[in-house]
C-alpha cells in the first residue's frame, strides 16, 4: 500500500454542510447589506469562521466593531447550527459511506481533518463519530487552511509521518495545507482541477485506486 492513512476534509468530502454554510451566510450578509452570492461562497471554503466573515465584510464599505463582527459570526454559527440540528444519517452519500468502509477493509487508518468547531457535532448528527481513528478540528488548531496545522495534527494524531498520508479536500485553501504540511492530496468538487493535487477525484470512491 502506498499509504497508510486517509485524513479528510468534512464540510464538501464527507458532508455536504456546504449548503448550510451558504444558506447562513447569507441571511447575515442580507441583513447588514453584504453582497454575497455563490460565486462568493467558493471562497469561503475550508477558511475560518472569523476569516470567512472578513471576506463577506471587504465586500461592503461599512465598517464593524471586533465586538461587533464577534456577534455577527456567532449569529452566523447559531442559524448553521439549527440547520445542522436537522441533519441525520440519511444526509450521508453512499459513496461516502461505500468508501469508508472499503478503505477500512484494506487497513488503512482514517482521519478527520476539518476548520469546523462542530466537526464532531456534524459526525455525531448523522452517525459517523465512530468511524474514525484521529478527528482533527477547529478546536485543536491556532492557524486555519491554508495553514497545514490541522492536517499535521491528525497525522500526529494517528503517529503518522506526513508522507504516509492522503489528505483528501474540496477547497483550494485544504490543497495548499496539505502541500505545506508534505502531504500528498486528493482534490474533489471544486479542488478536483486545482492544479497543486496529486490526485484527481470524480467521486470520493476513485481514492481506493490511487493509494493502493
Ligand atoms: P465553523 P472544512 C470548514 O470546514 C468550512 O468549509 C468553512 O466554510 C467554515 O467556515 C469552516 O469549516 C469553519 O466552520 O464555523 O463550523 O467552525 O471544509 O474544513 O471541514
Ligand atoms: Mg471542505
Known sequence: MKYQAIIF????????????????????????????????????????????????????????SETEKQMLAEEKNNEYRNLLATMSPKDVPKETLKTLSALKEMGVKLAIGSSSKNARYILERVGLIGEFDAISDGNNITHSKP????????????????????????????????????????????AAKYPKCTYSLNVLSDLIGFIR
Not at 10 to 33: M, N, P, R, S
Not at 160 to 183: M, P, Q, R, T, Y
Request: charged share 25%.
Open 147 to 190: 495553514d497545514p496545522e490541522v492536517f499535521l495534527k491528525a497525522a500526529q494524531f494517528l503517529c503518522l509521518e506526513s508522507a504516509a498520508c492522503v489528505v483528501v479536500e474540496d477547497a483550494e485553501a485544504g490543497i495548499d495545507a496539505a502541500v505545506a504540511g508534505g502531504f500528498a492530496s486528493a482534490g474533489i468538487g471544486s
Open 9 to 64: 476534509d468534512l464540510d464538501g468530502v464527507i458532508v455536504h454542510t456546504d449548503e448550510f454554510h451558504y444558506q447562513a451566510w447569507k441571511k447575515i450578509a442580507d441583513k447588514i447589506g453584504a453582497p454575497f452570492d455563490r460565486n462568493i461562497n467558493e471562497r469561503l471554503r475550508g477558511v475560518s469562521r472569523m476569516a470567512s466573515l472578513e471576506i463577506i465584510l471587504s465586500g461592503t464599505d461599512a465598517s464593524f
